[in-house]
């Protein structure tokens, strides 16, 4: 079979699946540009994680109070979403900014779609609001390929510089991670995320060097292996760091023989936070109903203090008029994985 472009409606959004013999990728225009499927046919297996509310609209379903900083959370279901232009909820210069920033929860403009027999590819562009900048993404399927391209660019359309954070909110879920996985990185270190509730893993206040950490009973433990029979329920934030400028992270269900990887440049997204929820939050947002795996790419780690981190230049700063641009190669795999060069 040929790549194919094809199109549906989830709860009166416009959805796109970019598809080849190997992949079936779903893509949420009218909602944040998400990646809601990234399916390996061959095993018909979706690695991302499906929260069991699904794909709402914003538009038509809603709180009683739509004036949260958590809209992110009220609406996620999983999947991969642009975290742009911040984390932490807070006012960045008169603009009051939500948990992971605007242009997850709104509309993308389709820009342009390019369908050959061999290649499909559609592009994406979203403006936020509240702080002048423009996002477009291109996502590409070649062939019969096993590997999603992925390219990203930011504009800062202003007149005065921009402070940002810039993420990709990457999670996995069953059945890909209803077994041990193992992740393999090239980052050198981890630190552990001091805010995480008391049914976290990792010991807290160390730098370790990836993977040899230590859990919170101060025993050896191996940060790669991931097996809720042997750890338990937890939730725990870690920050993956001292990446090369081809950063790579590969996961895999050995049992399935299964694995999907990504490179990236790790110039720019220094820092992969290693984010598990595996069921032990039995309150708001997740009420015991989610277990994932993410790992996720971002320009700098999560903060509490976002000016301070902007003060000591940890955040991406874009001139009036500057752009980035980056490149992100998913890929599946089978055996043994071999990282992709960008």
Not at 262 to 280: M, Q, S, V, Y
Request: with cysteine; glycine share 6%.
């Amino acid at each position: 079979m040929s790549c194919k472009l094809s199109e549906t409606t989830i709860n009166g959004m416009k959805a796109i699946f970019i598809e080849n013999d190997r992949l079936k990728i779903g893509i949420l225009p009218d909602r944040g540009c998400d990646i809601f499927e990234f399916r390996y046919k061959p095993m018909d297996i979706d690695f991302l994680l499906r929260l069991s509310k699904g794909i709402l609209n914003p538009q038509t379903h809603f709180s009683q109070i739509r004036n949260t900083k958590n809209q992110f959370e009220d609406y996620y279901y999983g999947g991969w979403q642009v975290c742009l232009p911040n984390s932490a909820p807070f006012n960045y210069r008169g603009a009051e900014l939500g948990q992971h920033g605007e242009v997850s929860l709104i509309p993308w403009k389709i820009e342009n779609i390019k369908t050959e027999h061999d290649i499909v590819s559609v592009t994406l562009s979203a403006s936020p609001l509240r702080l002048p900048l423009k996002v477009e993404r291109s996502l590409t399927l070649r062939g019969n390929s096993g590997s999603l391209e992925i390219q990203e660019r930011v504009l800062n359309v202003g007149k005065t510089e921009l402070s940002i954070m810039w993420g990709q909110h990457i999670a996995f879920g069953l059945p890909f991670i209803d077994d041990e996985v193992v992740i393999d990185t090239n980052a050198k270190t981890m630190n552990t995320e001091l805010s995480m509730p008391e049914h976290h893993r990792f010991k807290r206040g160390e730098t370790f060097q990836w993977p040899d950490a230590r859990n919170k009973n101060d025993e050896s433990d191996d940060a790669r292996i991931i097996n809720l029979k042997k750890t338990g329920a937890y939730s725990d934030l870690c920050y993956l760091e001292g990446y090369p400028r081809e950063a790579f992270y590969a996961i895999r269900n050995k049992k399935k023989n299964i694995g999907f990887s990504l490179t990236w440049n790790g110039e720019i997204f220094k820092t992969l936070w290693l984010w598990t929820e595996l069921g032990a939050t039995k309150d708001f947002p997740w009420w015991g109903d989610c277990y994932t795996i993410a790992l996720e790419p971002w320009t700098s780690r999560w903060t509490a203090n976002p000016r301070e981190a902007i003060d000591n230049k940890e955040w991406l700063t874009l001139n009036a008029g500057e752009a980035v641009e980056v490149n992100f190669i998913a890929t599946t795999f089978e055996d043994e994985f071999n990282p992709i060069t960008l």
